[in-house]
């Protein structure tokens, strides 16, 4: 039985692989804490909408992440919205300490995604929250009718232009490359906006403004050309990046600083497993991320169990 402190099973992330992990435990009959920093949902929260998650068609990221969270909640597990600080293998026992508190369980699962990657060019840091956004379902509307700016070419930043396309007056897609490397329907979306335009082989070299937002410069990647784009919002949407080093090093991380782990969900230390984004793998998406939760649980099941057996 757990105590305020102490659980058979502590879930790091509220996204999806956290939440179904949390399913997965609690109908195992394993006492479970979810601990989530940020919003619960992780990025799917942010979301503007979502195609391909079976038995959901054309859905928001909103409306699932809430669904998910809803389903939890409804078996009774704790949420506690503390950040993560560290963790350490005590042996039969691992312990989490957080903003508030610490905690001990005997089986840690990690789950807690990724992070918006950043440009590093001057401004940015500076205008954040001033025009500068890293979540266009977030803030768009506060950009109704104005100008904006989008950093990057796959599916996040394609998709947020075209969300923005909708609300803005004008949006500039910024990409390195020659060809934008997003899916063929979402660049197919894109190309028929006439407020969207492309703009290749281009990247943001700095964020320019006062109290706000006032334009970018763009400079070529061929031709290193400059220019001076007035926008009154920025949104970056470059990539993702793992932010797993306070879990070292009680746990081994690749070069990247994915959590080294396969599809067992098992990193390398006994007792403790991995789910979603953070690990590593050869697919991101909200499918596998809730496979790697239902994965995860099982496997801290099974550990547990052999523990007792051990006792």
């Not at 879930?11 to 399913?23: H, N, Q, R």
Request: proline fraction near 4%.
């Amino acid at each position: 039985m757990a105590n305020s402190l102490s659980y058979d099973v502590i879930i790091v992330g509220a996204g999806p692989a956290g939440l179904t992990a949390a399913i997965y435990s609690v109908r195992a009959g394993l006492s479970t804490l979810i601990l989530e920093g940020q919003q619960v949902g992780g990025q799917v929260a942010i979301s503007a909408e979502i195609e391909n998650y079976p038995g959901a068609p054309r859905t928001t990221g909103w409306q699932l992440a809430s669904a998910m969270d809803r389903q939890v909640r409804d078996m009774a597990v704790p949420i506690r919205h503390e950040a993560v600080r560290a963790i350490a293998d005590l042996g039969r026992k691992k312990q989490v300490v957080t903003t508030a508190d610490t905690y001990t369980a005997g089986a840690l699962i990690l789950a807690n995604g990724v992070k918006r990657r950043k440009l590093g060019c001057p401004g940015e840091e500076a205008l954040f929250g001033r025009g500068v956004s890293y979540c266009a379902t977030c803030d768009g509307a506060f950009f109704r009718g104005r100008d904006t700016a989008v950093a990057g070419g796959g599916n996040t930043a394609v998709e947020d232009a075209v969300y923005l396309a909708g609300l803005c007056r004008s949006v500039h897609l910024i990409y390195r490359r020659e060809e934008l490397t997003a899916q063929k329907p979402l660049i197919a979306a894109a190309k028929s906006r006439e407020n969207l335009y492309l703009h290749p082989c281009t990247q943001i070299a700095a964020i320019r403004g006062g109290e706000a937002v006032e334009a970018v410069v763009l400079t070529g990647t061929q031709d290193k050309s400059e220019t001076v784009l007035p926008v009154s919002g920025v949104f970056i949407a470059i990539g993702l990046e793992p932010d797993n080093g306070i879990f070292a090093p009680a746990v081994a991380l690749d070069a990247a600083g994915y959590l080294l782990a396969g599809e067992d969900c098992k990193t390398s230390c006994p007792g403790i497993f991995c789910a979603g984004d953070a690990r590593t793998k050869p697919l991101r998406q909200i499918v596998t991320a809730a496979s790697d939760g239902a994965v995860a649980a099982m496997q801290a099941e099974r550990y547990l169990a052999a523990l007792d057996s051990e006792a």
